[in-house]
C-alpha cells in the first residue's frame, strides 16, 4: 500500500513541477512566475524616494562617474570622458528601459519572431524585406571607422552589457517573465537598428504606386489639377516665403521625354501571399511635430526661447528618456532615444535645438527589368547587370527558420511588386535608409555645440530621416534648417513609379549640404515648423510634391506673428493650443450650405452646437467632435467613388485641394457620386455626409449627450509597447487637440515630448512626456510625469553644472568606481 | 520542527537558486525525519512553502502598494493582487505539500 502511494506522489509531484516550469499557451511558466522570491513580485518596486546613494564597481571604465537622480527620476551623469559616459548612459538606460530596447531591436531587425512566434512573421518579413539590416551594417562601417562615434558605441554596448550580466533571472523587466525568454548582450548594431527604425517612422514610405494608378486612370491633366506639387488654397511654408536663395545653384536635372510608362494600373493585392510588402501608405497623420523659437525682440528675457514638441506615437514606456550629460567637454541635457547614446532634443549651456520631421520624398520604387525568372540580371543604362541577393534567415520560435533569398539591385532591394507579369516581385525601393552615414555625429557635435556656426557644420553630416533643426542660442541667433541627405531630383521626380531602366530616373547625387533651405534671424523674429512645405515655390531643388497639411503651421505663424514679451509659459501655452484652423477654413462655408436646407430636429439641434462654436477643440467639446467626424465623411464621401478601389488602390487627393474645391469650385463634376444614377452636388454630399455624421456619433456614443464630449469620441489611448498588455496600459486620460490641431493629439500619436528652453546666462528649460523615466509598470517613475502632461503642464528640468551641486530636487545617486 | 527548517532552508535556496527548490527542501526534510502520518507530511510541506511564498508575497505587494502585483492580476483575469496572492500560496502549497509527502513516503520504503 504504501509502495502504491508512493509510486502515486513522487510521479504526481514530479508531473506538477513539470507543469509549472514549462509555459502554457500565452502564459508563462508559473512556478518561476508566481514564486515571489524569481516571479513577477519582484518587480514591484517601493512606492516611495529612493534616497539611496550606492557605489557600483566597474572593470571597464577609465575614470570614477558620478551620478545624481532627480526627484522625476532623471540621472545626471558626470564623467570624465565619452567612453566613461557613454558606458554610464548605457548602463542607467537599460536599467529603465531594457526591454524596450531589446524589442526595438528586434522589431526594427525583423527578429521579433523568435521570442514571438509566427504571429510576427510577416512583419519580421517585412523588415528584412525592406533592406533594414543592409542600412544597419552599411551605417554601422562607418561609424565605427570614425573615432568619435566609435567610442560612444562601444562605451555604450559596454554600458549595456554591464547592467545586463549583473541581472539575475529573478531582476529581468517583467515582460521578459511574461514571455520567458532573457535579454541578450547589446551590440553596437542595435544603435544602428534604431536609427533605422527612426528612418522608418519618419521617411520609410510613399505613395508613388498609388497616384501611379491616378495617373494612369485619370491622365495628366487630372493629376496637375487634384494632386498639384504646392498647396492651392493654404500655405505657410517653413522657410518663410521670400527668403532668397544666395548660393551657386547644380544643373537641375531633366526628365528623359522619351521615357516609355507603361498603362496597365497596379493592383496591390497579395496574390501571392508572403512575396508583397505593400509598404505603399499615408503616414497616418500625428507623426509629425512642432518646433520654434522667438527672437530675443520677441522675448521678454531679453534672449530667445525655442520650442519642440515632437508627435510620435504615445506608448509606455515613452518613446524619449530624459538625461543630462556632463564631461569637461559637454554639457547637455535633454531626450535621448534608448539604444542611442547622446541627446537627440534638448540644450545646453549655450544653446538649445529641436528636431521636427521633413516630408522628403527618399522613398521611391523602381521597375525593374529583369533579363529572365532567376533575376540574376537587370536592364539599366543599356545593359544587363548583376543582382547581389542577401539571404535573410528570420528564426521563429516553435517553427523551422524562414530562409528568403532578397535580389538587390543599384536601386535597392527589389521586395514589392506592382502585379504585371507573374506577381514576382519586380519593384525596387530606393531608400534613404540605405544610404551609409554618421547621423550620430550630428546629435553628438550638437550636444558640444557653442554658437550658431557649430550647429551649422553639425548638421552637415546627417543623412536621414530628414529634419527640421530649430536652433536659437545665447549669442541671440535663431535659425532653422531643413536638414538632411536630399536627392538632386528633377521635378516631380518619384512622385510616380519610376524606371528602373533609364539612368536618368536614378537619383542624380545630392542638394549640397548648406544649399539645404535655412532661415537664420529673419525679420519676423520667429523661426518654425509644422512639417507643412519646406519652401515656397522658388527653391529651385525638388524635396517633394506633398507636405504635412498646413493647419500647424498657419496656426503657429499667426500666433507667434503677434506674441511680444513672451516667456516660457507663453510658448507651453502655444503648445497646447486646440485652435481648429481647419474648421474656421471650411465650416462656415459647410454650415451656409446646411441653412439652405431642410433639416431634421436632429440636424437642426446638431447645427446649433456648430454655429456657436468658437471652433476650439477643447476635451469637452461637442461641436470639435461633430466636426472632426463630419469634415473626414465628407471627405470621403467626396473622392471615394472616383479614387477607392479594393482592387486598384488611388491616393485621394488632399485636404488642400478638397477645401479649394469646396470653397471656390462647387460644381465640379467630382461632387457627383458615380455610383448613384441621381447627378448629386456639392450641397447633397455636404448634407448626406452630415447626417452620416450624426449616425456615425448616434451610432457610438448615443443621442447627443455629454458623451460626445472631444475626448470620450476621440479616446486618446497610450498602450504599452506590447500593445496587449492592456494592464500595462495608461489610465484613461481627457485631452483636447487632434490631427492638424498645434496642440496635436489624436487617438494613438501626440506629442511624446514637450520641451521649452529660456536661453540665457544660465538656461532655464522645462519638459515633460507622457509616462516617466522607468519601463516597469511596478515603478513609481512609471506614469510619474502623465498627469502634468495631460494637464499640459512642463517640469523644470534641473540643469546640474556640477556633481557637487546642491539641488533641492536631488534625491538618490551612484558613482561608479573604476576597479 | 520540520515545519521550521523547510521555511528556514527553503526561503535560503529559492533566494539563491531556482524557484523548484521550493519543491526539493520539503522533499529532503520529509525524507529525512518522516512525520506520523502522511497527512501530517503533506500538511507539513504544504503550510510550510505557503507561509513563505505567503508571507514574501505579501511583503512585496503591500511595499509596492501592488503596483505591479495588480496589474498583472488583471492580465490574469483576477480582481486584485491580493486574489493572485491566493493563488500563489496555493501553488506553492501544493508544491511544497506533494513534494513533503513523496519524500516521507519514499522514506517509508527504501
New interface residues.
Given amino acids: 500500500m504504501?509502495?502504491f502511494?508512493?509510486i502515486l506522489?513522487?510521479p504526481?509531484?514530479a508531473g506538477?513541477?513539470y507543469a509549472?516550469?514549462r509555459p502554457w499557451g500565452p502564459a508563462p511558466a508559473?512556478?518561476?512566475f508566481?514564486?515571489?522570491?524569481?516571479?513577477?513580485?519582484?518587480?514591484?518596486?517601493?512606492?516611495e524616494v529612493n534616497h539611496e546613494e550606492i557605489v557600483l564597481k566597474a572593470d571597464a571604465l577609465h575614470d570614477d562617474v558620478i551620478v545624481r537622480f532627480d526627484d522625476t527620476g532623471v540621472p545626471h551623469i558626470f564623467a570624465k570622458n565619452d567612453f566613461d559616459l557613454f558606458y554610464t548612459q548605457g548602463y542607467l538606460t537599460a536599467k529603465d528601459r531594457l526591454w524596450q530596447m531589446d524589442l526595438q531591436t528586434r522589431a526594427a531587425a525583423g527578429r521579433l519572431s523568435e521570442i514571438l512566434g509566427p504571429a510576427t512573421l510577416e512583419m519580421d518579413q517585412r523588415s528584412r524585406r525592406l533592406g533594414m539590416g543592409y542600412g544597419a551594417e552599411a551605417n554601422l562601417k562607418v561609424a565605427m571607422s570614425e573615432a568619435r562615434s566609435k567610442t560612444a558605441l562601444e562605451g555604450y554596448s559596454a554600458g549595456v552589457n554591464a547592467y545586463i550580466d549583473q541581472l539575475k533571472p529573478k531582476d529581468y523587466p517583467?515582460e521578459y517573465k511574461?514571455l520567458g525568454y532573457a535579454p541578450e548582450p547589446w551590440k553596437p548594431i542595435n544603435t544602428m537598428y534604431m536609427l533605422e527604425q527612426m528612418t522608418l517612422t519618419l521617411a520609410g514610405r510613399a505613395n508613388d504606386l498609388r497616384i501611379t494608378n491616378v495617373l494612369k486612370k485619370y491622365g495628366k491633366g487630372v493629376i496637375a489639377d487634384l494632386f498639384p506639387d504646392y498647396p492651392i488654397f493654404q500655405e505657410s511654408p517653413i522657410i518663410p516665403a521670400g527668403t532668397t536663395w544666395d548660393f551657386q545653384r547644380l544643373p537641375i536635372p531633366v526628365e528623359n521625354p522619351l521615357k516609355q510608362t507603361d498603362s496597365a494600373p497596379i493592383v496591390s493585392q497579395p496574390v501571392t501571399a508572403g512575396v508583397i510588402m505593400p509598404r505603399d501608405e499615408n503616414k497616418p497623420e500625428g507623426i509629425g511635430s512642432n518646433n520654434w523659437a522667438i527672437s530675443a525682440e520677441k522675448s521678454i528675457t531679453g534672449y530667445p526661447i525655442l520650442a519642440n514638441d515632437p508627435h510620435l506615437e504615445l506608448t509606455l514606456p515613452s518613446i524619449w528618456y530624459q538625461v543630462q550629460l556632463h564631461t569637461p567637454e559637454m554639457n547637455v541635457y535633454g531626450v535621448s532615444l534608448p539604444g542611442i547614446p547622446s541627446v537627440i532634443i534638448g540644450f545646453n549651456k549655450n544653446l538649445a535645438w529641436g528636431v521636427t520631421n521633413v516630408d522628403a520624398d527618399v522613398f521611391d520604387l523602381y521597375k525593374i527589368k529583369f533579363k529572365d525568372s532567376t533575376r540574376s540580371q537587370y536592364w539599366h543604362d543599356n545593359q544587363w547587370k548583376a543582382t547581389s541577393r542577401r539571404e535573410e534567415i528570420v528564426y521563429v520560435k516553435g517553427l523551422e527558420p524562414v530562409k528568403e533569398q532578397i535580389v538587390y539591385t543599384h536601386h535597392g532591394p527589389v521586395t514589392e511588386t506592382d502585379e504585371s507579369g507573374e506577381h514576382a516581385p519586380n519593384l525596387a525601393i530606393k531608400w534613404i535608409g540605405h544610404e551609409p552615414g554618421n547621423s550620430f555625429l550630428t546629435f553628438y557635435e550638437l550636444n558640444k555645440a557653442n554658437n550658431y556656426d557649430d550647429y551649422r557644420a553639425a548638421l552637415k553630416k546627417y543623412v536621414g530621416p530628414a529634419q527640421n533643426f530649430v536652433f536659437a542660442d545665447n549669442g541671440k541667433n535663431i535659425a532653422l534648417t531643413v536638414n538632411g541627405k536630399l536627392p538632386l531630383k528633377y521635378k516631380d521626380q518619384g512622385k510616380f513609379l519610376l524606371d528602373g531602366t533609364d539612368t536618368s530616373d536614378d537619383w542624380q547625387g545630392w542638394i549640397p549640404a548648406e544649399q539645404n533651405p535655412f532661415v537664420k534671424n529673419p525679420e519676423r523674429g520667429f523661426v518654425s515648423s509644422a512639417n507643412q512645405s519646406s519652401t515656397d515655390p522658388t527653391y529651385p531643388y525638388y524635396i517633394n510634391w506633398i507636405f504635412a497639411p498646413s493647419e500647424r503651421g498657419v496656426r503657429i505663424n499667426e500666433r507667434l506673428a503677434a506674441m511680444k514679451g513672451a516667456n516660457a509659459d507663453s510658448l507651453r501655452t502655444l503648445q497646447n493650443d486646440n485652435f481648429n484652423v481647419l474648421a474656421r477654413n471650411v465650416l462656415p462655408r459647410l454650415l451656409s450650405v446646411l441653412d439652405g436646407s431642410p433639416l431634421s430636429p436632429a440636424q437642426k439641434a446638431a447645427k446649433t452646437n456648430l454655429d456657436k462654436w468658437n471652433y476650439v477643440n477643447n476635451p469637452e467639446s461637442i461641436p470639435a467632435s461633430i466636426f472632426e467626424t463630419w469634415f473626414p465623411l465628407l471627405q470621403s464621401f467626396i473622392w471615394d467613388d472616383e479614387f477607392s478601389s479594393d482592387k486598384i488602390p488611388m491616393k485621394q487627393p488632399s485636404r488642400d485641394r478638397t477645401i479649394y474645391m469646396l470653397l471656390n469650385q462647387p460644381n465640379e463634376k467630382w461632387f457627383d457620386n458615380i455610383n448613384t444614377s441621381k447627378k448629386e452636388t456639392m450641397p447633397d454630399i455636404v448634407l448626406s455626409s452630415f447626417q452620416a455624421t450624426l449616425d456615425t456619433l448616434q451610432k457610438y456614443h448615443g443621442e447627443m449627450s455629454p458623451k460626445w464630449s472631444w475626448s470620450d469620441v476621440k479616446n486618446t489611448e497610450i498602450r504599452h509597447l506590447s500593445r496587449s498588455?492592456?494592464?500595462?496600459n495608461a489610465p484613461a486620460i481627457k485631452v483636447g487637440g487632434g490631427s492638424g490641431i498645434v496642440n496635436a493629439i489624436t487617438k494613438r500619436n501626440g506629442p511624446s515630448w514637450r520641451m521649452v528652453v529660456e536661453l540665457g546666462p544660465n538656461p532655464k528649460a522645462y519638459g515633460i512626456y507622457p509616462g516617466g523615466q522607468s519601463g516597469?509598470?511596478?515603478?513609481?517613475y512609471?506614469l510619474n510625469m502623465l498627469k502634468k502632461w495631460e494637464n499640459g503642464e512642463l517640469n523644470e528640468l534641473v540643469f546640474l553644472s556640477s556633481p557637487d551641486q546642491t539641488h533641492p530636487r536631488l534625491t538618490s545617486g551612484i558613482t561608479f568606481k573604476k576597479k | 520542527m520540520n515545519l521550521i527548517i523547510i521555511i528556514i532552508v527553503a526561503a535560503i535556496c529559492?533566494?539563491f537558486g531556482?524557484?523548484?527548490t521550493?519543491?526539493l527542501i520539503p522533499?529532503i526534510t520529509l525524507a529525512w525525519q518522516p512525520t506520523a502520518t502522511?497527512f501530517k507530511a503533506f500538511a507539513t510541506g504544504f503550510v510550510a512553502i505557503a507561509i513563505l511564498?505567503f508571507g514574501?508575497?505579501l511583503y512585496?505587494?503591500t511595499?509596492?502598494?501592488?503596483?505591479?502585483?495588480?496589474?498583472?492580476a488583471?492580465?490574469f483575469s483576477l480582481p486584485n493582487g491580493f486574489l493572485l496572492l491566493a493563488?500563489?500560496t496555493l501553488?506553492?502549497g501544493?508544491?511544497g505539500g506533494?513534494?513533503g509527502?513523496?519524500g516521507h513516503?519514499?522514506r517509508?520504503?527504501w
Avoid at chain 1, 516597469?776 to 513609481?780: K, Q
Fill in positions: 504504501k509502495i502511494k508512493a506522489s513522487v504526481i509531484t506538477l513541477i509549472l516550469s508559473l512556478g518561476p508566481l514564486s515571489p522570491f524569481s516571479g513577477f513580485w519582484q518587480n514591484g518596486e517601493k512606492q517583467v511574461l498588455l492592456k494592464p500595462f516597469n509598470p511596478g515603478s513609481p512609471y | 529559492q533566494y531556482p524557484w523548484w521550493a519543491a522533499f502522511s511564498w514574501y508575497g512585496l505587494h511595499s509596492s502598494e501592488g503596483a505591479m502585483s495588480n496589474r498583472i488583471q492580465i493563488v500563489t501553488v506553492g501544493l508544491v506533494f513534494a509527502l513523496s513516503l519514499a517509508k520504503i
